[in-house]
């Protein structure tokens, strides 16, 4: 019984391992894109699924270097645990920002295609 336990602990340790060190993969992944490059990419996907206009544009690019400046620093200044909250938190806020500077068609959109437009970002920049 107590080898089953021992066995069973080891098992699980291991595991754990191994997701904290995929974890780490993706977030080094992250880290080695600029937050500028990071930004316009995704600027440049909502312009094109968001109909933007130039003022819009300009707007919602500012936005999206600042989340990605603020994304980078979490990654290199906070712990696994808090990460998730953390990010959450620049991800409502950089979302309340943008939806101040769309039209009601614009926010449908966005809405709508938000999870789209993050898919691409993942896939553009290997960090699935």
Do not use: C, H, W
């Not at 019984?1 to 699980?12: H, P, W």
């Not at 992250?30 to 600027?43: G, N, S």
């Not at 809405?111 to 290997?126: D, G, H, L, P, S």
């Amino acid at each position: 019984m107590y080898m089953q336990t021992r066995q069973s602990l080891l098992i699980v340790v291991a595991l754990f391992i191994g997701i904290i060190a995929v974890g780490q993969s993706k977030i080094d992944r992250i880290k080695a894109i600029p937050p500028e490059e990071m930004a316009q990419k995704i600027t440049a996907l909502q312009k094109d699924k968001l109909d933007l206009n130039e003022t819009q544009e300009a707007e919602i690019m500012a936005i999206n270097l600042k989340a990605a400046q603020d994304r980078r620093s979490i990654l290199e200044n906070s712990s696994l645990i808090k990460m998730r909250k953390e990010m959450k938190v620049v991800q409502e806020y950089t979302d309340n920002k943008i939806t101040s500077v769309l039209n009601p068609n614009q926010i449908e959109l966005y809405a709508t295609n938000k999870e789209n437009i993050r898919q691409e970002v993942r896939e553009y920049f290997e960090i699935q």
